[in-house]
């Protein structure tokens, strides 16, 4: 009897002991973290967020140095006795006064495998672009930022999970984007934010994103694209406080593979956190149009 | 047939009322209604932004050389929901634009009137643009 | 007692094998529902994409006053010109209310392209209204002695300038925004939105611009940041989604298509969306601004709720600006035939 009834305790606890083990999550996952669920039983990524990294500034690792825009001193007739060693490469005149706020930090890259990999001719061109910065960065004239730039820039970005819809609020250029994760049509247009169909896999997000123009950039780098850009997003719940975001890039104009980009993305959870508008357009006009007119509003005159 | 105009007319301003519908169009400043402008030319390309499409069209001068004329179109979203997409109106179709030149004389102009060659409006039908006919088109049902 | 106590484990053992899937099943889900009108977590639903839809003017015409509502007979000879003018504003062969029937007669300033640019191939609701504006009563806005002079001023320049630089044309014409006030209703080139909610927000996306508002629904108090669209905070009223807007910056400076849409630091906004049926949110908006009125005005506007796979599509208006750069060329030009006479 009372070898029967320590049989009985131990099988009904090996019973009991199995049902709890096979509800662990699994350790085939790296991180064994379940995110809330919303109230529709969607995985719950609502909430402010931001990228805590130098990838805006360049995606690739990068030391410091002095400006985004940078020319070489002009070489010099040695004085008697000197040689100068080293060429000299100075801040160009319209950063020169940021001084060290114009700066660009150093920082380890975003890129998997830390190699980008372009078509011979898409890598002169992609110098070209960082040696005409100035000029050429989008970024600088407040156009929308394309993706996956917007997610690392330096401002903060909301998603808001709707029904079928799940919009993604920028604070840069008050940039939106609307993902699909209804089935929809076709864009019946390029875009710069692109056209972006999700759905859910497990925890993660997946977005789709097609129909880019080839007006943005990656980074101020001068890393660029075409117009058969494809990109896949995965944003990964892993903590309560932070995401995993992994890019993956492709386009075949462009590139010789697709490659790709790997963050995280951490909460704001700061009581006051919320995105503010930063409407740069009208922070540019005196750049961009302040020759054009009459009169110059910079200075009042008259424009020759 | 007058009275028919009058009633038009009457009926029509009670409706669209005293708000002025602003399409932010700086037309005056822009382009000059003295200079009339008719072209028949080639598309380029089109620009589907806002508020303003841009026509790219090149036109053949009666001396034989090719002009780069950008023509100023109205905003491309009505068109996108009723079916049109970037590809509606291809490289290479004729078109005539009915409009007015550029103020400062330049090779630009507004198409206030567009239309295909042989006289069909540009944008009405999905079948004049070479759209595909791909059931959108409610005109077509 | 033993045996009884066995009994007891083994009973709490197998509940609690029972009892620990449970805890790991995900938890019932409640999507939202077109026939409960309520999202996932019991809010009304506003989400979907809509559009001012009615053909009813803002302020009541001057042939109209003293009356608040049309007859019957009015209501039906409208009906018969809508229905005449939007096959033709299709084909881009409009009346003479919307554009004009050849270059010859083209005016210079006002809506210079044909209307297949700017119908959705949807007719126009006619109502018995005719004022979105029920107070003041008379249906006018009571614009200050200044605004009024303002409003005169901005309907004298608009497409005609002078145009000096980029600071003279319109706030529209400068691809920023045309304001709040306007959001829910007005834009000729582009004027859906699309409502989304989430827990704790409701957004709105207006598709001219792009123009977001992101609304906190948490009864957070306003801030201090002004900015263009202000501090909005929103509550649920019943089913009446009411939302509170201050902390607009002072743009009174700048060049306006419509004065009354202008912020400035006095302006506060009360915004009420109350759908009262499946197609059809009232929405209410009330203008408080010393700045520009003589005492807060209220209007009702109805808006329509568009088929669910209606987009809103991206507004590239900076980005490609061309208008820009062409006004101050033509700008110069004036100025120069100006002075070489």
Redesign the interface.
């Known amino acids: 009897m009372r070898i029967a009834a320590w049989v009985a305790i131990i099988v009904v606890a090996a019973v009991a002991g199995a049902a709890i083990w096979t509800h662990l999550p699994t350790t085939a996952r790296a991180e064994s973290y379940t995110a809330p669920r919303t109230a529709d039983g969607s995985p719950d990524l609502n909430g402010i967020w931001q990228a805590v990294n130098t990838a805006n500034f360049d995606i690739q690792a990068h030391p410091a140095r002095p400006a985004l825009a940078l020319v070489p001193g002009p070489p010099r007739a040695p004085a008697p006795g000197l040689v100068r060693a080293t060429r000299v490469e100075v801040p160009a005149l319209p950063v020169r006064a940021l001084g060290a706020v114009g700066g660009v930090p150093a920082g380890a890259g975003v890129v998997e495998g830390n190699e980008i990999p372009y078509q011979p001719w898409a890598l002169a061109k992609k110098k070209e672009n960082a040696d005409n910065w100035l000029e050429r960065d989008p970024e600088i004239k407040c156009f929308m930022p394309g993706v996956p730039r917007a997610t690392y820039m330096p401002y903060p970005f909301q998603i808001l999970q709707g029904t079928n819809k799940i919009l993604i609020a920028y604070e840069f250029a008050g940039a939106t984007r609307t993902i699909h994760m209804d089935t929809v049509g076709d864009s019946p247009s390029s875009t710069w934010m692109g056209w972006s169909r999700g759905r859910w896999d497990g925890d993660s997000l997946v977005v789709d994103i097609t129909d880019f123009n080839e007006e943005t950039w990656f980074d101020r780098a001068g890393n660029f694209h075409s117009d058969a850009l494809h990109v896949v997003e995965r944003y990964t719940p892993v903590s309560p406080h932070h995401l995993m975001y992994e890019v993956t890039i492709e386009d075949p104009k462009v590139f010789t593979r697709p490659w790709k980009m790997r963050m995280p993305l951490y909460r704001r959870f700061d009581a006051d956190a919320q995105i503010r508008e930063y409407k740069c357009v009208e922070f540019v006009e005196q750049l961009m149009y302040g020759h054009l007119g009459v009169v110059d509003p910079a200075t009042g005159t008259i424009n020759k | 047939m007058l009275t028919k105009l009058v009633m038009l007319i009457a009926g029509a301003s009670l409706i669209v009322g005293a708000t002025r519908v602003s399409a932010h169009h700086a037309f005056a400043a822009e382009f000059d209604s003295t200079k009339p402008i008719k072209l028949k030319g080639t598309v380029v390309k089109m620009e589907w932004i806002n508020p303003h499409t841009w026509i790219h069209l090149d036109v053949k001068t009666p001396k034989g050389t090719v002009e780069r004329w950008m023509i100023e179109g109205g905003p491309p979203n009505a068109l996108y929901r009723r079916g049109f997409t970037q590809k509606s109106l291809p490289q290479g179709a004729e078109i005539v634009v009915e409009g007015f030149r550029a103020k400062d004389g330049s090779l630009r102009g507004n198409g206030r009137d567009l239309t295909f060659a042989d006289g069909r409006r540009l944008f009405v039908g999905s079948s004049g643009t070479g759209a595909p006919k791909d059931g959108r088109d409610a005109a077509e049902k | 007692m033993?045996?009884r106590s066995?009994v007891l484990?083994?009973a709490v053992?197998?509940a609690?094998?029972?009892a620990?899937?449970a805890?790991?099943a995900?938890?019932p889900?409640?999507?939202?529902s077109p026939t409960t009108g309520r999202?996932?977590?019991g809010d009304p639903?506003l989400?979907g994409v809509w559009r001012y839809e009615a053909?009813?003017?803002?302020?009541?015409?001057a042939?109209l006053a003293g009356r608040a509502t049309l007859t019957a007979e009015e209501v039906a000879?409208?009906e018969?010109?809508?229905k005449?003018?939007a096959a033709k504003r299709?084909?881009?062969l409009e009346?003479?209310?919307?554009g004009r029937r050849?270059?010859?007669e083209?005016p210079?300033?006002?809506?210079?392209?044909?209307s297949?640019?700017?119908?959705?191939?949807r007719p126009?609701q006619?109502s018995d209204r005719t004022?979105l504006v029920v107070d003041p009563p008379d249906g006018q806005l009571p614009f200050t002695p200044d605004a009024k002079k303002a409003e005169a001023r901005s309907?004298a320049r608009?497409?005609?300038?002078p145009?000096?630089?980029?600071?003279?044309?319109?706030t529209?014409?400068?691809?920023?925004?045309?304001g709040v006030t306007g959001m829910m209703w007005q834009g000729?080139?582009?004027g859906?939105n699309?409502i989304?909610?989430?827990?704790?927000?409701v957004?709105i996306?207006h598709?001219?611009y792009?123009?977001?508002r992101?609304i906190?629904l948490d009864g957070r108090e306003h801030?201090s940041?002004r900015?263009?669209?202000g501090d909005a905070v929103g509550r649920w009223d019943g089913d009446t989604l009411v939302v509170d807007t201050t902390n607009f910056l002072d743009r009174t400076n700048y060049e306006w298509?419509?004065i009354w849409t202008r912020p400035s630091e006095s302006l506060h906004l009360v915004e009420r969306f109350k759908r009262v049926d499946a197609t059809t949110i009232e929405y209410t908006v009330t203008v408080e601004d010393p700045t520009t009125f003589t005492r807060p005005w209220t209007a009702v506007i109805p808006i329509t709720k568009l088929p669910d796979?209606?987009?809103?599509?991206?507004?590239?208006?900076?980005?490609?600006n061309?208008?820009?750069?062409?006004?101050?060329?033509?700008?110069?030009?004036?100025?120069a035939r100006t002075s070489s006479r």
């Not at chain 3, 053909?55 to 015409?61: D, H, Q, S, Y």
């Not at chain 3, 608009?158 to 300038?161: A, K, L, M």
């Not at chain 3, 989304?196 to 927000?201: D, R, T, W």
């Open positions: 033993q045996s066995i484990i083994g053992a197998i609690g094998a029972i620990m899937p805890c790991y995900s938890p889900t409640k999507a939202s999202t996932a977590w639903d989400q053909a009813i003017p803002l302020e009541r015409p042939q000879a409208r018969r010109v809508e005449e003018q299709l084909e881009g009346g003479a209310a919307v050849s270059v010859a083209s210079i300033r006002g809506n210079e392209y044909n297949f640019w700017q119908d959705h191939g126009r006619i004022s309907s608009y497409g005609v300038g145009f000096e630089s980029y600071l003279d044309p319109d529209g014409e400068r691809c920023l925004t045309d000729p080139n582009g859906h699309r989304v909610q989430s827990p704790g927000y957004t996306l598709e001219e792009r123009d977001r992101v906190p801030g940041i900015q263009w669209f298509a419509n796979d209606t987009q809103i599509y991206e507004y590239a208006c900076h980005e490609g061309y208008a820009m750069p062409n006004l101050l060329r033509g700008g110069r030009t004036d100025a």
